[in-house]
T-cell receptor, first 111, second 113 residues
């Protein structure tokens, strides 16, 4: 079947580093996306991985291992404004325009 | 640059009333278009997607329907709303060809009384 799993909630301290994990099962593979969603707002695109390894983008990095069906989002130097839900998503099958989303990981950053 | 507009931002409707939510995209041609619903504290549920004018794929059987009368216009409708239709409705677009990120409108918060 097709499925995406993420932890429901995480808490971290301002200035720290946090890693949000995602495991996926899709029919074929054509990339994995991360989105940020603040409470009451729409999701915004953060990153896309299609090859194994780490992609760095400022304070945010995303890692992919296709053989393990695993990705993580790494947030460094956490700020209060990083408190949000982080959604992992992937095309349901290779070559499709239909995407499946995880239920999201709600990150709370404490002062 | 590309922009997506979705309206209204909030809507309160009685049970049994009709619904029309509209979404338009600017700055791109032939986008893929999507309607999602998000219940409070839950993930995104794909309702409909479209790869072209008049081409609609429905993912969940329900009393909602979607139409794409123009290339960059996507409409979500219902003839008779149910209490269970309450939620946060999001329109999104993506480019064609391979995996493309989705870009979301600001959403419509729909409450059914």
């Amino acid at each position: 079947g097709q499925n995406i799993d993420q932890p429901t909630e995480m808490t971290a301290t301002e200035g720290a580093i946090v890693q949000i994990n995602c495991t996926y099962q899709t029919s074929g593979f054509n990339g994995l996306f991360w989105y940020q969603q603040h409470a009451g707002e729409a999701p915004t695109f953060l990153s896309y991985n299609v090859l194994d390894g780490l992609e760095e983008k400022g304070r945010f990095s995303s890692f992919l291992s296709r053989s393990k069906g695993y990705s993580y989002l790494l947030l460094k130097e956490l700020q209060m404004k990083d408190s949000a839900s982080y959604l992992c998503a992937a095309p349901a099958t290779s070559g499709t325009y239909k995407y499946i989303f995880g239920t999201g990981t709600r990150l709370k950053v404490l002062a | 640059s590309q922009t997506i507009h979705q309206w209204p931002a909030t809507l309160v409707q009685p049970v049994g009333s009709p619904l029309s939510l509209e979404c338009t995209v600017e700055g791109t041609s032939n986008p893929n278009l999507y309607w999602y619903r998000q219940a409070a504290g839950r993930g995104l549920q794909l309702l409909f997607y479209s790869v072209g004018i008049g081409q609609i794929s429905s993912e969940v059987p329900q009393n909602l329907s979607a139409s794409r009368p123009q290339d960059r216009q996507f409409i979500l409708s219902s003839k008779k709303l149910l209490l269970s239709d309450s939620g946060f409705y999001l329109c999104a677009w993506s480019g064609r060809g391979g995996s493309q990120p989705q870009h979301f409108g600001d959403g419509t918060r729909l409450s059914i009384l």
